[in-house]
């Protein structure tokens, strides 16, 4: 009797302490659960407070009062500065400390405190989207050994551009100053842009282009205004080459009869004019143009002291069309029974543009035809196509057929 009351004892027994594993597990899960829970509000609440520290501070920064904007003109003795504001007069003021004295520079864009007109930054320099935008090259990847047959053209313009950025001893030997400006002149497609740019390869300069007629703008001054940072961002990249290409939209000859807008571009010319002689023969920054009109190009443009040496560009002869064919043939796999003297005999009359297009159609020609060489044939059919499409003989499309 007493065993079988011990046995149901411990039957009860370990049925409470099942029990109360149970719950234990369930107690150890729940304080997991909770602990998981403060960990993930611990976590907001430091991004919570993150974000607050981010938004008072964008609320602070919001509230400050504008700054002035002011133009240096000149460093005072006793560590204040004149400062030109944007509202017209010029004042004497301080500088705050935390600005580094040497950034002080006569002429910078400075900011200024609305109450007490105190310094407290300076600007980066102002230029125009149109400036900024035009084709900067730290260093243009063009050499001499990609243009072809103009031997002569490219010696006058060596001597005029790179002898004096790379050697200007010489110069001062002979006792004789370079030419400011090099115009080159020529029909389109003869190799203009591709000899100021490798020549800027050769002297490692920044190599700036613009078009003429982005020069030309709709509001008086701005013109003017454009040619002034173009020429102060090649100041501030030399050694640097400028080069306008199609001088003709800016540089035209004036006329008595002449409109408003002949006007503007005429004001854009002699800020030209100004800035070429602005700056002397031997400093660090060259000046190129290039038009196919020199005929209408104004006289002041073409006297001495500006653009001194006028390059003429003409339409290679047969010498010239045989290297421009082995510089653009030396890059393709073309058929080793391929004479470049033939080419060039049969594309007389081309240029350098028209040659490189040549070559370019005979590679989609054998593209075309599932091959990945070159042949003979392909370059007497890409000549017939780009020659009749330059001279404005290709064939007239078919007409419309209706039903």
């Not at 497609?189 to 007629?213: D, E, H, P, Q, Y």
């Not at 500006?306 to 653009?328: A, L, M, S, T």
């Not at 599932?370 to 370059?379: K, L």
């Amino acid at each position: 009797m007493d065993s079988t009351h011990d046995r149901e004892l411990t039957s009860e027994l370990k049925d409470k302490i099942l029990a109360l594993e149970s719950k234990i597990v369930r107690l150890t899960e729940e304080i997991q659960s909770v602990e998981s829970e403060k960990r993930s509000a611990e976590s907001e609440l430091f991004r919570a407070q993150k974000e607050l520290k981010r938004l008072r501070t964008e609320m602070d920064r919001l509230k400050s009062p504008p700054l002035i904007v002011g133009t240096l003109k000149d460093i005072l003795s006793d560590t204040r500065v004149v400062v030109k504001s944007s509202t017209g007069p010029d004042f004497i003021v301080s500088v705050s400390e935390f600005v580094p004295k040497k950034e002080l520079i006569p002429g910078s864009r400075v900011s200024m405190n609305k109450q007490t007109l105190a310094v407290m930054d300076v600007l980066p320099a102002s230029l125009d989207p149109v400036v900024t935008g035009a084709e900067i090259i730290d260093k243009p990847n063009i050499t001499y050994d990609d243009v072809g047959g103009l031997r002569m053209q490219m010696m006058e313009l060596r001597e005029a551009v790179e002898d004096p950025l790379l050697r200007p001893e010489l110069y001062k030997k002979v006792g004789i100053e370079p030419p400011k400006g090099v115009l080159l002149v020529g029909p389109p497609g003869t190799g203009k842009t591709l000899m100021a740019k490798a020549v800027a390869n050769a002297t490692k300069a920044t190599f700036i282009r613009l078009v003429g007629s982005e020069l030309v703008q709709k509001y008086i001054g701005e013109g003017a205004r454009l040619v002034r940072e173009l020429f102060d961002l090649a100041k501030e990249k030399a050694p640097s080459i400028i080069f306008i290409d199609e001088l003709d939209a800016v540089g035209a000859k004036r006329l008595d009869g002449s409109t408003s807008g002949d006007r503007e571009v005429q004001r854009t010319l002699m800020q030209l004019l100004s800035e070429l002689d602005g700056f002397t023969p031997t400093s660090n920054i060259k000046i190129i143009g290039a038009t196919n009109r020199p005929d209408i190009l104004d006289d002041a443009l073409l006297r001495p002291g500006r653009f001194d040496r006028i390059i003429d560009i003409g339409i290679p002869d047969i010498d010239g069309r045989v290297e421009i064919f082995k510089i653009h043939t030396s890059y393709m796999n073309i058929d080793g029974h391929i004479d470049t003297k033939i080419l060039a005999v049969m594309s007389d009359g081309a240029t350098g543009a028209e040659i490189k297009s040549i070559c370019t159609e005979a590679g989609m020609l054998a593209i075309r035809d599932g091959r990945d060489c070159v042949t003979m044939n392909d370059f007497e059919k890409a000549k017939s196509k780009v020659m009749e499409a330059e001279k404005g003989r290709t064939s007239k499309p078919p007409a419309l057929m209706f039903a």
